[in-house]
């Protein structure tokens, strides 16, 4: 198993009702889509959240969060939520929300011909 399929439901059911989110295969995982950005994911059984630079900075001083270095070098904005963090639902409610509210703020994606 590439990624924790528990978890990903998990995701699922907490997601905001009436978003459309989209899901795509990706880095070995799975990549949670809104609008055509990624706004969270699974990588084994770690939660990939896209926070912004503040935000993730801010997130790094919390237990069981790591900057996200899928490539070897951090990625700005984005850091890994290992499980302890992940434990209980409202604890993964909160994230994936923050990852949603990130995303919603950005500007829309031009489609390029």
């Not at 926070?51 to 069981?64: C, N, S």
């Not at 904005?77 to 923050?98: E, M, N, R």
């Amino acid at each position: 198993m590439a990624y924790d399929e528990d978890l990903a439901d998990r995701v699922r059911a907490v997601l905001p009702a009436g978003e459309p989110v989209t899901e795509r295969q990706m880095f070995g995982g799975l990549a949670f889509m809104l609008g055509g950005r990624m706004f969270c994911g699974i990588v084994k059984d770690a939660l990939m959240a896209r926070l912004g630079p503040e935000a993730a900075g801010r997130a790094l001083d919390q237990p069981h969060v790591r900057p996200m270095d899928f490539t070897g070098r951090p990625m700005k904005g984005y850091v890994y939520i290992d499980p302890p963090a992940l434990f209980d639902d409202k604890d993964l409610h909160a994230w994936v929300l923050l990852c949603v509210e990130f995303v919603a703020m950005l500007p829309r994606k031009t489609k390029v011909k």
